[in-house]
């Protein structure tokens, strides 16, 4: 019979694989499962903050991954318990964090206190291959020269990619060779949550003297201030402080200034100031390189067969890669043998989110909200150059990377001849040989659509 500090461990573990590092740590600590009714779970939370938190933005999350441990899960209610969970449920939670650390989780246990650095994320554990060697060259100029070059530095790219293990290699060998240097880590969350603290309590000259001290600030997860005015202006007035006394500023985000919703234009523009580069899916040799990488961490080791597999299957997240990694391991251990391909193939089903395919309208929506155009303007006859270029770069990433038809793609812009399309698409084709600023527009576009999709086109 699975206990409730059962359940919710193997919950977790679910949950890990779909959220990013930083999420999980913010969100997910200090949380068990408090009683079950009628297949109703009871989840404990510790505050008020987190409880609407977890209720509004990782609802689903949390429900599939019950529901995959517990299938008579029907529904998940959310409590605040102010008192501790009792011995049972410490020593549940402590096992839970020998489990996570034997199976190399990226779940941090090991963070500085004093400028949130995980000691574990530096460059000697980090892969550098042709997806994120431009991220990895920036982050070396900086630290060169923290505060002159690429200031502030902004890095992009999808969930799972190693954008925080990158940035916090950045500040922990700024650190070591540096160790006068004032640095700090946070997520975008956990700044929102103490600058509101402040302001309730009366402490926000306090909360000002304390960031604006720092030598180097790095900021994760940016996106996450989207719609928040208040915090966004003092990020704002933060940022000026700095910049302007020489400190270095790295964010990360998972998609470029420009297309972060409700962001205020002044904020946009700090951003993009600096050097803004993005992390892309990792090719083949990449993720093979990792998964051994990975490897090295601990004693077992899957057949070479298995990791080849792995690594062609498992493309757009490392996040999801190393987990699934973790679970081959934790299988193999059990039942002390190596799996078979067919048994790896249903661990990887089961461990895996299913792919969405990518709508016409999708890449409409995301190509418009790009370049600043209302989307009903694709459709249109206009001829106007800031609406015949987005329309074009939709064509062309319809034709050359769904593969869809000519005569669909003038039908569903609206009712173009096909001979249009064709003209478009080569347009585009030529245009991005010559004009690298096209080609990383495109290739930005790109990497929006692909973060939250899978490839095939309705």
């Known amino acids: 019979m699975h206990t409730n500090e059962t359940i919710w461990t193997s919950a977790l573990t679910q949950i890990e694989l779909s959220v990013s590092k930083a999420n999980f740590n913010t969100w997910f600590k200090n949380t068990f499962i408090a009683k079950q009714d009628s297949g109703t779970i009871y989840l404990s939370v510790p505050n008020a903050f987190v409880k609407d938190w977890l209720a ?3 609802h689903t999350n949390i429900v599939r991954a019950l529901r995959e441990v517990h299938p008579t899960t029907r529904c998940v209610e959310y409590v605040i318990s102010k008192t501790p969970p009792s011995q049972k449920v410490q020593l549940a939670q402590q096992k839970q964090e020998e489990v996570f650390s034997e199976q190399m989780s990226l779940r941090d246990f090991d963070v500085n206190r004093n400028d ?11 892969i550098v291959g042709p997806f994120n060697e431009l991220a990895h060259a920036a982050g070396q ?9 690429y200031n502030p530095l902004f890095i992009y790219g999808g969930t799972g990619l190693g954008k925080t293990h990158m940035i916090q290699a950045i500040g922990n060998q700024i650190k070591k060779q540096n160790p006068n240097k004032k640095i700090y880590y946070i997520t975008s969350e956990q700044f929102a949550i103490e600058y509101i603290d402040s302001v309730q309590n009366n402490k926000m000259y306090l909360f000002k003297e304390r960031f604006r001290k720092y030598d180097l600030l790095i900021m994760d997860d940016i996106q996450f201030i989207s719609g928040k005015e208040k915090t966004q202006e003092e990020l704002f007035h933060l940022f000026n402080s700095l910049y302007e006394n020489n400190k270095q500023i790295i964010f990360s985000s998972d998609q470029p200034p420009k297309v972060i919703p409700q962001l205020e234009d002044r904020l946009r523009s700090r951003f993009e100031g600096g050097m803004i580069v993005d992390i892309s899916k990792p090719d083949f040799e990449s993720r093979l390189a990792i998964l051994k990488n990975k490897l090295k961490q601990g004693e077992y080791a899957p057949s070479d067969e298995i990791i080849e597999f792995t690594a062609s299957v498992i493309q757009d997240n490392i996040r999801e890669l190393e987990g699934v990694l973790n679970s081959i391991i934790c299988q193999s251990q059990l039942k002390k043998r190596d799996l078979s391909i067919q048994e790896v193939k249903q661990l990887i089903k089961n461990n895996t989110k299913p792919q969405k395919t990518i709508s016409i309208k999708d890449v409409m929506k995301i190509v418009s909200d790009f370049y600043n155009i209302e989307e009903r303007a694709l459709l249109e006859k206009s001829r106007r150059k800031e609406v015949v270029k987005p329309r074009q770069v939709v064509m062309y990433i319809l034709r050359e ?10 039908q569903k812009l609206g009712g173009r001849d096909h001979t249009t399309v064709i003209h478009a698409c080569e347009k585009i084709k030529k245009d991005i040989k010559d004009n690298s600023v096209l080609n990383q527009e495109i290739e930005q576009i790109k990497n929006i659509l692909y973060n939250n999709q899978g490839q095939g086109v309705v």
Not at 116 to 126: A, E, H, R, V
Not at 141 to 149: E, F, T
């Open 56 to 58: 509004n933005k990782y």
């Open 401 to 410: 990377d769904l593969n869809t038809s000519y005569p669909y793609i003038g």
């Open 116 to 126: 949130g650095l995980n000691p574990k994320y530096i460059f000697d554990t980090f």
């Open 141 to 149: 100029a900086v630290i060169k020269n923290p505060g002159s070059s």
